[in-house]
């Protein structure tokens, strides 16, 4: 699941000068070994840092460096808060982090990465960086991440970016930080609006399967949805050869800038014998809505990585719940059922009470294969077999890789009331 990298981040603060090596020290009560850092050759200061758990990592500032990015670079995302907007707005220093001890396991390297930052960012930073994901971690959200020990969601290995002209819904979607794993970024084209809303699963299906090394971007025909979703990936260099003129223009002159190497185009799929003498065409799939009896595909050990960090974030969901009441917030539970047939089906409940080991709830499909199971009928279930989770907030549906709606929950618990009685008092009685 990737090649052995390190990763590489930054701690933003306030001041216009980045802070002195004395600034960390307080990182021993936190079970760091602190040694200063030799071969560092170009560094105003530099550390090498041990933890038993987080493993080694370099902290420093390199000579006529050390001022903050632009927090232009970061303000697209949901996820922040206007709190983090301000914070990044006020950075002006920065200092370099490096983990330098990577795996085979990105989710689980990652995870590491996020608490190395967050141990580091409480010596005076306002913000933390990943580099390669491109995203900015509050203190607040980085808590909210650490909150159980599962590993981070593909999500949380990419930045999502969407180019758009005239006012028209984006027209070009890809993604940054894949290939920073020796993997492949990959464009949708044409993108429909779905794919851009909280129902991300086909951008996930992708990422999960050029993660686990399934999907590449040879042209080699993928199932990415049943029925009838195959797709493939074709790399920019023959899409660029090709493609259509009018496909090609989708991309325009910024694809030259960084959107070339280690990239491949979402395509439909064409006969070998036949490739050579047919354009590479953008994937209808993804152009339009999903169809009622299309599902995205994701291998068993996504489906197991998915189910492990659902169970182990749900109490973020339920915390939240229980800490507003007066809202009745709905939880819906994806919860595993065993079918006639030996496997597990995945289907939807309502939950009505939810914690400790078991979960009581409505069942809102119709299961496929689950004797004596139908929708509508109530249930009780183990909390060990849940394998996602959504939870309705007034600004948007939390999930398991997806806390932001959490977040605002609870920095503005107020303004959350407010929605919930407006839409109270539009809905029909």
């Not at 530099?46 to 080694?56: N, P, V, Y």
């Not at 010596?123 to 020990?149: F, P």
Request: glycine share 8%; hydrophobic share 45%; charged share 25%.
């Amino acid at each position: 699941m990737g090649a052995r990298r390190s990763l590489i981040g930054f701690l933003l603060f306030r001041d216009p000068s980045p802070p002195r090596a004395e600034a960390f020290a307080p990182l021993t009560a936190a079970g760091f070994q602190i040694a200063k850092a030799r071969d560092a050759g170009g560094a105003e200061w530099a550390l090498d840092l041990t933890h038993e758990r987080w493993g080694h990592v370099r902290v420093g500032v390199m000579r006529g460096s050390g001022s903050a990015p632009p927090a232009a670079v970061f303000e697209p995302d949901d996820d922040l808060l206007p709190e983090d907007l301000t914070a990044l707005r006020h950075a002006r220093s920065s200092v370099l982090v490096e983990q330098k001890d990577g795996s085979d396991r990105p989710l689980s390297d990652r995870k590491r990465f996020l608490a190395v930052l967050a141990a580091l960012a409480r010596c005076g930073a306002l913000m933390a960086v990943d580099v390669h994901a491109q995203k900015a971690w509050s203190h607040d959200a980085l808590d909210e991440e650490l909150a159980s020990d599962a590993d981070v969601d593909v999500t949380a290995l990419y930045r999502m970016h969407a180019v758009s002209r005239g006012g028209h819904h984006p027209i070009w979607l890809h993604t940054h930080g894949l290939s920073d794993l020796g993997l492949v970024d990959f464009d949708v084209l044409r993108a429909a609006r779905q794919l851009l809303t909280l129902d991300d699963t086909a951008i996930r299906a992708l990422a999960f399967a050029i993660l686990e090394g399934r999907l590449r971007a040879d042209g080699t025909p993928f199932s990415l949805a049943s029925p009838e979703g195959d797709i493939a990936l074709v790399a920019v260099s023959d899409f660029t050869l090709q493609a259509a003129p009018e496909d090609l223009a989708l991309r325009d002159d910024k694809a030259q800038e960084g959107h070339t190497d280690d990239r491949g185009i979402v395509c439909e799929v064409r006969l070998e014998e036949l490739a050579p003498f047919l354009p590479a065409v953008p994937a209808g799939l993804l152009m339009q809505e999903l169809r009622p009896d299309q599902t995205f595909q994701f291998s068993s050990a996504a489906s197991q990585q998915m189910s492990v960090r659902a169970r182990a974030t749900l109490g973020s969901a339920l915390r939240s719940r229980e800490a507003h009441p007066d809202l009745d917030l709905p939880l819906l539970v994806k919860i595993a059922l065993a079918t006639s047939s030996g496997g597990l089906e995945h289907v939807w409940v309502r939950a009505s009470l939810a914690g400790g080991e078991a979960i009581d709830g409505e069942l809102l499909v119709q299961p496929h294969g689950v004797p004596g199971w139908s929708k509508g009928m109530r249930g009780r279930w183990p909390t060990s077999s849940v394998s996602g989770w959504h939870l309705q907030t007034p600004f948007g549906n939390a999930s398991p890789h997806s806390f932001g709606p959490l977040r605002r929950l609870r920095a503005n618990p107020e303004e959350a009331r407010r929605r919930v009685a407006r839409a109270r008092t539009r809905s029909p009685s």
